[in-house]
């Protein structure tokens, strides 16, 4: 079993940058793929990014090009740097983990509590 906790969330203007981290613990990290969802109000949880155990990426279009996954299996961490951000970017974003990494896609096992994104001026 892997715990998540993300930190990072916070208030930014458009245009600007975050990094969001997802520390690990609990579990043998590298063995897991991971992903980035997130959440506005109203809306349902959707992708954002994963990476695979051997660090292969995948980016829905809406953040393709902004924003980047990264993963450091020695401090069993996970990145998200988002830059060029937008107001459309606003939401709680959450980390998720599963050793299967169709399933981190679809259905994780593992999610952690979320951290709030918020893109204004």
């Known amino acids: 079993q892997i715990h998540l906790v993300e930190s990072g969330g916070g208030l930014v203007q458009p245009g600007g940058s975050l990094r969001l981290s997802c520390a690990a613990s609990g579990s043998i990290f590298s063995i897991y793929a991971m992903g980035w969802y997130r959440q506005a109000p109203g809306n349902q949880r959707e992708l954002v990014a994963t990476?695979?155990?051997?660090?292969?990426?995948n980016y829905s279009e809406s953040v393709k090009g902004r924003f980047t996954i990264s993963r450091d299996n020695d401090k069993n961490t996970v990145y998200l740097q988002m830059n060029r951000l937008k107001s459309e970017d606003t939401a709680v974003y959450y980390c998720?983990?599963?050793?299967?990494?169709?399933?981190?896609?679809?259905?994780?096992?593992?999610w952690g509590q979320g951290t709030q994104v918020t893109v204004s001026s």
């Open positions: 998720a983990a599963d050793p299967i990494y169709s399933t981190v896609k679809t259905a994780p096992g593992y």
């Open positions: 990476i695979t155990s051997s660090g292969s990426t």
